[in-house]
Nanobody
Framework: QVQLVESGGGLVQAGGSLRLSCAAS????????MHWFRQAPGKEREFVAR???????SYAESVKGRFTISRDNAKNTVYLQMNSLKPEDTAVYYC?????????????WGQGTQVTVSS
């Protein structure tokens, strides 16, 4: 059974940092491109960052320069380092696995982890 499990969310003050983790089981994460999304209350889910099998990354404009996605294939884990957090970063953050880099089709999703940034 495939599972993606996010962790690392919490409450942080504006300007602070958090590191989210997405641990994969039941699949070899190195086979997939890995993606982070977020969904704020009352808003649509939006793309945050993605990383290819080879480590190529891309980011939403709203987080570029503040967030960093990385992967440790030996640990089957993907990370999202979030610095200089803003209240508008408050959302549930989800990781997803897909077979292609640019795609609207995701094979697996995690259950999400809440990030709350206070002003």
């Amino acid at each position: 059974q495939v599972q993606l499990v996010e962790s690392g969310g919490g409450l942080v003050q504006a300007g602070g940092s958090l590191r989210l983790s997405c641990a994969a089981s039941g699949l070899t994460s190195s086979t997939y491109t890995m993606h982070w999304f977020r969904q704020a209350p009352g808003k649509e889910r939006e793309f945050v960052a993605r990383i290819s099998r080879g480590g190529v990354t891309s980011y939403a404009e709203s987080v570029k320069g503040r967030f960093t996605i990385s992967r440790d294939n030996a640990k089957n884990t993907v990370y999202l380092q979030m610095n200089s957090l803003k209240p508008e970063d408050t959302a549930v953050y989800y990781c997803a696995a897909a077979l292609t880099y640019y795609t609207n089709t995701y094979d697996y999703w995690g259950q999400g982890t809440q990030v709350t940034v206070s002003s």
